[in-house]
């Protein structure tokens, strides 16, 4: 598992800028030169990718002024309208909600929406709007992607068999194939690309890009040369898969960085020890950049007015 751009193929399940992650080797490697069948030259660059839950972040500051002038009694209605609200996200079988409460001052509290469409996130957001608590929170930032699996490994060898077979690179019969392979792949990998939001304590969120400089540029490396470099990065992370649960979203397309990594531990210290350990393997130490990191704890919808009424909820409460 990376804490930086998606571990391919083996990644254990699991007006603001955010970024990325990095990995671990032994040794501090130079790109190795790769030999290649000639044949390769003329494949495809782009790896192949799975698709799973559309994916939203949502960083709101809490008006805490105007909420404690309210009466005790309006506060407990709006906390309860609010955790109603919240249960049913919660057990959602098809694409989940959670709460978590920030620390520091990028924002007081983090939804994370996990649903089956873009569509399904905008009536998340909108059924937030419509509780009188919204009255109180204001937007500090967002992340809109969706849950992302590369397939290196398995785009190389799709792709070598088709040249082998002679079949011409984006014809009707490559194509085909083309999607019969990520169709089946995507059978496999059901579990990680429609996960549950793990139970974990605590969470942390950041965004990624792979570097785009004059001299160093992550998109210009041949395919068999980024694989080899992903692989390195999945290694440090397979050693954390018992401790950290992570889940890498992808949002080309989407919003400002090209990757969202989610982190879900009980500990918050292994986020550290993991993401310092990738950022010395090759690919991360030369081609990552990241943005802002979100840590919160999670808050459980039975202990939103516990929360609201400046107490954390209890371990135990959070699923365990």
Known sequence: MAAGVPYQDKLPVSGQRIPRSASYNVRMNPTHPVS??????????????????????????FRWTAWRALPEGERRQIAEEASKLLAQMESRSNGQSALFSLIGHKGDLMFLHFRESFDDLNQAELDLGRLRLSDFMEPATSYLS??????????????????????????????????ETIARQKEAMKPRLFPSIPPNRYACFY??????????????????????????HGMVGRRYA????????????????EWGVDLFADDPLVFK???????????????????????????PANSLHQLLEGQLPKHAEAGH
């Not at 398995?154 to 009707?172: F, I, N, Q």
């Open 242 to 257: 018992g401790e950290v649960k992570q889940i890498i979203t992808g949002s080309i397309g989407f919003d400002d960085w």
């Open 36 to 61: 290649t069948p000639a044949a390769s030259g003329q494949l495809p660059a782009v790896p192949l990718t799975l698709e799973g839950y559309s994916t939203l972040h949502q960083m709101m500051r």
């Open 146 to 179: 969706v849950i992302e699996l590369g397939l290196y490994e398995s785009t190389l060898k799709t792709y070598r068999a088709l040249a082998e077979r002679g079949v011409e690179p984006h014809s009707e019969e490559w194509n085909k194939s083309i999607q």
């Open 273 to 299: 020890k993991l993401i310092y350990e990738m950022r010395f393997d090759h690919v991360s130490a030369v081609y990552a950049l990241f943005g802002s990191f979100f840590v919160g704890l999670r808050c």
């Open 207 to 232: 965004p990624m890009d792979r570097k785009r400089g004059e001299e160093k540029n992550w998109y210009s490396l041949p395919m068999e040369e980024r694989q080899r470099q992903m692989n390195e």
